[in-house]
């Protein structure tokens, strides 16, 4: 099937440039007729020889498209898997035949009746034989040998292919896995500062940002990101570049901690009554007790000598 699928690419595929690559490397390792193959960021790399951003800008074009459809999403050092839907039970067109690939043509050019005394191919034939007639198809009939499309197999179905009616009606692809309302403070917040990148989570992986947004804050993980693309000396187009500093900022304070920030300023009298004072530490009176009690005895100890 691989060959099929680069076929189909070659043939009825709409991308072009970095995308076309990539479509590819899906099919040069595509196992079977469904079109399925596992690859990895870096094989899509290594075939386009671009750089990541453009792997990724291309990768999400041809899914937004529909010839590309993610079938297993990446996990750990898993590759994701891919399938061309567009491509699935292709068949690519076969060359140099003039009829089905089952079987040979149904009517000969010739009418077959031959004089038993001349040898084959002689040229004589008789009275009653009919001639060849045209080059495309037997004399006398009006059924010819089926030739097929020029760019396809026989009984091949027509690929679907997205159609656009006007500029003014054209509509982006609704995305199958919108983005939460649970997130949607910090997508907003982020885009409001100014920084608009992709987010390219799925299914359960938009708790792992919930949980991130509840345990440090929406607004710390804002800052967090405005901080780390102002820093950055390449662009940042994903927010999965924000994820590992995001899992080290620090959690919010308890609501019910007592504790006092630093530099607080000290408490002065209200409407004459005095703020509560410090209770002393006990440690600090047992030793001046102690002090207190050597001196004494040290004295007395003196008086007697």
């Not at 899509?44 to 459809?69: C, H, P, R, T, Y």
């Not at 010739?110 to 034989?129: A, F, H």
């Amino acid at each position: 099937m691989t060959l099929d699928a680069m076929y189909w690419v070659w043939l009825h595929s709409r991308s072009k440039g970095t995308g076309r690559h990539c479509l590819l490397a899906v099919a040069n390792k595509a196992p079977g007729a469904n079109c399925v193959a596992a690859v990895s960021t870096a094989e899509f790399i290594q075939w386009s020889n671009a750089a990541k951003s453009s792997v990724v800008a291309a990768v999400d074009k041809l899914l937004e498209s529909g010839e590309l459809k993610i079938v297993r999403p990446a996990s750990g050092s898993r590759a994701a898997t891919y399938q061309m839907p567009l491509a699935v039970n292709f068949k690519r067109p076969q060359h140099n035949t003039l009829g089905p690939e089952t079987g040979p043509m149904e009517h000969n050019s010739w009418s077959g009746n031959r004089t038993p005394s001349e040898p084959s191919w002689s040229g004589n034939r008789t009275e009653t034989e009919e001639p060849l007639g045209p080059e495309t198809g037997p004399y006398g009939y009006g059924n010819r040998t089926p030739m097929g499309p020029e760019t396809g197999p026989h009984y091949q179905y027509p690929v679907p292919k997205p159609v656009v009616e006007s500029w003014e009606t054209a509509q982006p692809a609704v995305r199958t896995d919108p983005i939460p309302d649970v997130v949607r403070p910090l997508v907003d917040g982020m885009s409001h500062a100014g920084l608009s990148v992709r987010w390219p989570f799925k299914g359960t992986q938009w708790f792992e940002i919930h949980a991130l947004m509840k345990r440090s804050g929406t607004q710390a993980l804002i800052d967090y990101a405005l901080a780390a693309a102002a820093g950055s000396r390449t662009p940042v187009l994903s927010a999965k570049y924000f994820l590992g500093g995001w899992h080290e900022l620090p959690p919010l304070p308890d609501p019910g901690s007592d504790i006092v920030p630093i530099g607080r300023p000290q408490l002065r009298a209200v409407n004459g009554h005095q703020p509560p004072q410090p209770r002393p530490s006990t440690t600090d009176q047992r030793v001046a007790e102690g002090l207190a009690l050597a001196a004494r005895l040290r004295a007395i100890e003196e008086g007697q000598q």
